[in-house]
């Protein structure tokens, strides 16, 4: 695994173990793809769904949780297709990326890594964007990424004026 673009801090979390689980995702070209798509605040979304993964991983570790089915959650969670924020596409309110994205990550991640799918797995990346998207987490994994995530974009509070970026809507652009 490349660790140059981690801090000393991070790459310090980086356990054996852990890099084992996530390998076949981590190294994966579809999934290195979001090296370039942005999430909010200069971070990647592969920057994001590392540190939603491990930070999930060692959570689940010290609470006796499914570390892996954490660790392969957290990491798969925002695996939607298209960096969203580029998009010209108008789509109506109900169908903006905060609503629809976890639905496309399940069905992305059964696309590419159907062997790292199961009912646990599928669940975690469904029911993330709880509570906007309004069915709750069912598995204690679930809650679990479903918290982490939200902890891991509190640096969008640095700039509230972005906050629909955080729960995925696209702004009107102001004409003159
Ligand atoms: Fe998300
Ligand atoms: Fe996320």
């Not at 609470?63 to 108008?90: C, M, R, V």
Request: proline share 5%.
């Amino acid at each position: 695994m490349k660790t140059e673009y981690l801090s000393r801090k991070v790459i310090d979390y980086l356990d054996t173990n852990y890099v084992e689980i996530i390998s076949p995702i981590i190294n994966n070209p579809e999934f290195i793809k979001r090296k370039e798509y942005n999430h909010h605040e200069q971070r990647s979304v592969f920057y994001h769904s590392l540190m939603v993964s491990l930070t999930s991983y060692h959570l689940a570790k010290k609470l006796g949780l499914d570390y892996k089915s954490a660790a392969i959650g957290g990491l798969l969670h925002d695996f939607y297709y298209n960096d969203w924020q580029l998009t010209k596409e108008k789509r109506p309110f109900h169908l903006q990326h905060g609503f629809v994205h976890a639905k496309e990550a399940l069905a992305n991640s059964k696309q590419i890594f159907p062997d790292l799918i199961d009912k646990k797995v599928e669940n975690i990346i469904k029911r993330h964007m709880f509570p906007l998207n309004f069915i709750p987490p069912f598995y204690y994994e679930s809650w679990l990424i479903c918290f982490v995530d939200k902890y891991c974009s509190l640096e969008i509070f640095k700039n509230p004026k972005k906050l629909y970026k955080y729960i995925g809507i696209m702004k009107e652009e102001k004409h003159e």
